[in-house]
């Protein structure tokens, strides 16, 4: 019973970042020496300790909870290891004959809610540290959506960017060649990620079929409507973050976007649907970007200019500078949403981890910013976190919450290839608005006395907890 569990508390040493702020409350990360043989364990993956400490920080009146405190503390030290890790070489040809080698992993990190539920990334960024922090996040986000998904991610360090589409081919059978034995409809179910869109999921699904002669089956999401793929999967990541954003305005500032300054930050698949969606609701997008700069529309994007953008990125796999001069808004090289000193009601950082440090996000407090609604994986950095806290008027809504409208697409598509048939886009964007008005109730309720930041994580973490001792894994 969850009285019966004896603390699993350390004193051996304390965390060294200095006191928080949670809910105007100073938290202090000596409450998390539990976390000790952990962090010494993995001190060469940073960014998988991050993320492990702010999930814990947000946590932590679960853990001093007299009745549970100790068997939560079991639990989140359980689902911080992963449940298997597996890495492979991944050989593949370019176009001139040559052979080159490549790493693969997939993390299958707890499948507690179910089969293993998370994208695939390939970017040369991409190591065991950086997947064990997204598939970590996976656990928590699938969680919210109330689907039986469990949580899992994986990639390769590959780059796709300035390849042929016949060696992205060859990339992706090499890797399928060996992740295919991991695979199943009720085991993992990869999805998409950066670097990897329609174009390489077609490719891996093509090689599974080929491997396993099954058709039909639900192995991986995010699949070209014509191969068995569900409207709005593209869409879902950018639509479902700026529903959730719109909610959140209304319950907090009793605004809707309608003419609001929003920065986006990112030109892939999750910035280009939130800007659509956003123009869609009246809002004004400033900007998008891209890692060698970010183009501004003073005025806001319009549906050239969106056009235009994906056309650049999607048909020609090209880089933002390129549009200068071809798109009402000016491009700024080697610079960022948060660098330029523009001015925004709301900010979608949509890119990469890390991506608004503390003085990117100094500078939005500064301008007066109403919100942050994360649409890539933890892109707020842990400084940037805390001057969000100690602000404490900032809307704040984590990525595990705020994006969850792409994984929980991808468990609707998997839904749909179990019962073979096909959702109308209707009934889709009904569902997707209905879970991320399910998820912010969630965030509302399990927060109440504090953010929604500590509501999403709670939320998430507790239902995965109680699942776990419902299982016989902790007790």
Known sequence: SFSQATSTASTKHTLTRPANTMGGKECNTNDLSFLIDLRSKYENQPTFIQAVEEMALNLLPLFEDATHGDLYKRSFLTLAEPERVISFRVPWEDDNGMIHYNRGWRVEFSSVLGPYKGGLRFHPTVNEDILKFLGFEQIFKNALTGLPMGGGKGGSDFDPKGKSDAEVRRFCQSFMTELYRYLGPNRDVPAGDIGVGGREIGFLLGEYKRIVNLHGVGVLTGKNILTGGSPLRPEATGYGLVYIAEIAMKDKLDRSLKGMRCAVSGSGNVAQYAAQKLMQLGAKVITMSDSNGVLVFDDGMTEKDWDTIIDCKQVKRGRLSSLD???????????????????????????????????????????????????????????????????????????????????????????????????????????????????????????????????????????????????????
């Not at 404490?392 to 595990?400: A, E, F, L, S």
Request: with cysteine.
């Open 325 to 475: 001069g071809e798109v009402s808004g000016r491009y700024v090289a080697n610079e960022t949403p948060w660098s330029v000193n523009v001015k925004y009601d709301f900010a979608f950082p949509c890119a990469t981890q890390n991506e608004l440090d503390e003085d990117g996000v100094a500078l939005l407090i500064k301008n007066g910013v109403l919100g942050i609604f994360e649409g890539a994986n933890l892109p707020t950095h842990t400084k940037g976190q805390d001057l969000i806290r100690e602000n404490g008027k900032v809307i704040y809504i984590p990525g595990k919450a705020s994006n969850a409208g792409g994984v929980g697409v991808s468990g609707l598509e998997m839904s749909q290839n179990a019962q073979h048939l096909t959702w109308t886009e209707e009934e889709v964007d009904e569902k997707l608005q209905s879970m991320m008005g399910n998820i912010y109730k969630q965030m509302q309720s399990a927060g109440k006395d504090d953010s929604l930041e500590a509501g999403a994580n709670r939320a998430g973490f507790v239902k995965v907890a109680k699942a776990m001792k419902d299982l016989g894994f902790i007790w």
